[in-house]
């Protein structure tokens, strides 16, 4: 049996190192709670692990590595934390700038130009006669899925099929446009 079983000898090293090691950990994580359960840890694992220590140990070096590492792990995911928010952050920067570029951009007469409504009326001539039929009926008489269901003696999730793939056509024509709409 090793002297690191005595509980005397541990509450000595206890009572004559915990402060010094809060004060160490305290310097780096500027936060006494944080210290104090860095430091309570390291005294936890080493009585937990004392039996399989070796006699050469110092118990001292053993509790300010455990302290020192749960500090530098702590910096270190503060740092990727950080890092992460700034990323975010300089991402929604790009993003506000992006549609800022993209509403000066915005010309509300050639968004409402001939061309643009030539490629409506193209993309609308070449749906489908069901699909077209729907498309209108939604859009242009403002028709439920439900309501037009109904009328075409159809279900709902068919209307819903049309109406999806009517969508897909006009994204598809309009992929030029879109970005002037978002």
């Not at 000898?9 to 936060?31: P, Q, R, W």
């Not at 006699?55 to 503060?78: E, F, G, M, S």
């Not at 001939?114 to 498309?135: A, G, H, Y």
């Not at 269901?149 to 992929?175: G, W």
């Amino acid at each position: 049996m090793n002297s690191f079983s005595n509980i005397q000898h541990f509450n000595n090293l206890f009572n004559e190192y915990y402060e010094g090691y809060v004060c160490f950990a305290m310097s780096y994580t500027k936060d006494r709670t944080i210290a104090e359960d860095f430091v309570s840890e390291a005294f936890t694992a080493f009585w937990e692990n004392r039996a399989n220590l070796l006699p050469d140990t110092k118990p001292q070096a053993y509790l300010l590595t455990i302290v020192k590492n749960k500090c530098l792990n702590h910096l270190q995911h503060i740092q990727v934390r950080q890092r992460a928010e700034k990323n975010m952050t300089e991402h929604a920067e790009w993003l506000l700038t992006t549609r800022i570029s993209t509403l000066k951009a915005c010309d509300p007469e050639f968004v409402y130009s001939e061309e643009v409504q030539q490629i409506i009326d193209t993309t609308l001539n070449k749906l489908p006669k069901k699909t077209r039929q729907i498309f209108e009926m939604n859009r242009n008489q403002g028709l439920s899925y439900k309501d037009i269901a109904n009328k075409l003696d159809v279900t709902p999730k068919a209307i819903e099929f049309h109406i999806s793939k009517a969508l897909r056509q006009f994204r598809s024509s309009l992929k030029d446009f879109i970005y002037l709409l978002a």
